[in-house]
C-alpha cells in the first residue's frame, strides 16, 4: 500500500519562504511522477508543481514559476516543494500526490494534505 506523508506546511508572513516535504512509501519511488497541488474550501484543486519520474523534468503552474522549486531525492523517497516569496493568495491546502504516468496531471495516490497560511 503506497502512503504519502506531507510535512513543513504553517503559518509565514508574506514574503517569506517554506519547504514542503513528501515521504513516499510502499512503493518504488523513482517509478512515480510526483506533484504537488492545492485546494481552497470549496474550490477545485490547482496543479502548482511536478517532477517526472521521465529525465526529472519539472512543470510549474505559472502562478508559481520562479518562486516555487520542485525537486526530488530517490535515496530518501521524498519529494520537497521550495516556496519562496509566498504571498496570500498562496494560503490554500497543498497536497502530495505520486503518479505512474511521465506527466504532471495524472495521479494515482495522494497524501492527506497540509495547511500552508500567509498572512501578517
Known amino acids: 500500500q ?15 519562504s517554506l519547504r514542503l516535504s513528501c515521504v513516499v512509501s510502499g512503493g518504488t519511488f523513482s517509478n512515480f511522477t510526483m506533484g504537488w497541488i492545492r485546494q481552497s474550501p470549496g474550490k477545485d484543486r490547482d496543479f502548482v508543481a511536478a ?8 512543470y510549474y503552474a505559472d502562478s508559481v514559476r520562479g518562486r516555487f522549486t520542485v525537486s526530488r531525492d530517490n535515496a530518501k523517497n521524498t519529494a520537497y516543494l521550495q516556496m519562496n516569496g509566498l504571498g496570500p ?16 496531471y495524472a495521479y494515482d495516490y495522494w497524501g492527506q494534505g497540509i495547511q500552508v497560511t500567509v498572512s501578517s
Open 51 to 58: 517532477i517526472s519520474w521521465e529525465r526529472g523534468r519539472t
Open 89 to 104: 493568495g498562496d494560503t490554500d491546502v497543498y497536497y502530495c500526490a505520486a503518479g505512474y504516468a511521465p506527466g504532471p
Open 2 to 16: 503506497v502512503q504519502l506523508v506531507e510535512s513543513g506546511g504553517g503559518l509565514v508572513q508574506p514574503g517569506a
